[in-house]
């Protein structure tokens, strides 16, 4: 079953406001997740890592205070896409790292639409 | 900038029929793995084969590392048209910090 729970799936909002996502562990208690953007018939961008209690750090190019993430605990990571304009349209999908190998179980998704 | 480049970008076989994809990069890694997206939907993870492993099986699965040429391939073997979907290499350089090809859209044919 899912080990890693996004939400909502998808969110419809004009431009110039607010939308934040949810990543939630499931049965895990992720000290790292990470945040990726991935445009249609496009790969997956990583765009930060969420660290619980710290600071994300942001791939470069990612502005940090556009996307907003929030590590408050370790089974919930929040991305907050601030003054979202068209272009922010995307499908965003978290993931969480576990494991002795260090593998990624990725979120379903959630796909946003700024009108 | 993406360090994985997948070939073909597009296979459409019949069902029975083995699909195989490659992968390419650039630098060195510390392990390589392969990711299946449904249309629209989260990834699955499929397989990880470690940058000292040259070949990795996983039920129809059968992935294999060159480090040498930087290049990777997996094998879906007696396709199912449930396999129909895209496939994604990442590598991992380090800190866990995965890097994505460009995918291959899988067509299984029934």
């Known amino acids: 079953g899912a080990v890693v729970s996004q939400h909502p799936s998808w969110v419809i909002c004009k431009s110039g406001t607010s939308v934040k996502i949810e990543c939630r562990s499931l049965d895990f208690q992720a000290t790292t997740m990470f945040w990726y953007r991935q445009f249609p018939k496009q790969s997956l961008m990583l765009m930060a890592t969420?660290?619980?209690?710290?600071?994300?750090?942001?791939e470069q190019g990612v502005e940090k205070d556009k996307f907003l993430i929030n590590h408050a605990s370790l089974t919930l990571s929040t991305l907050t896409v601030t003054s979202a304009h068209p272009e922010d349209s995307s499908f965003y999908i978290c993931?969480?790292?576990?494991?002795?190998?260090?593998?990624?179980?990725f979120g379903p998704g959630t796909r946003l639409t700024v009108l | 900038s993406q360090q994985g480049e997948e070939d073909p970008q597009a296979l459409s076989i019949q069902e029975g029929e083995n699909a195989t994809m490659n992968c390419s990069y650039k630098t060195s890694i510390n392990n390589l793995q392969w990711y299946r997206q449904n249309s629209g939907r989260g990834l699955v993870h499929l397989i990880l084969?470690?940058?000292?492993?040259r070949e990795k099986h996983s039920g129809r699965l059968r992935v294999t590392l060159d480090t040498s040429k930087k290049s990777s391939s997996l094998l879906i073997t007696a396709s199912r048209a449930a396999d129909t979907a895209s496939y994604f290499c990442?590598?991992?350089?380090?800190?866990?910090?995965?890097?994505f090809g460009e995918g291959t859209q899988l067509t299984v044919n029934p």
């Open positions: 969420s660290n619980e209690g710290s600071k994300a750090t942001y």
């Open positions: 993931s969480e790292l576990r494991g002795a190998e260090n593998e990624q179980f």
């Open positions: 990442a590598t991992d350089k380090s800190g866990s910090r995965l890097t």
């Open positions: 084969i470690r940058s000292n492993e």
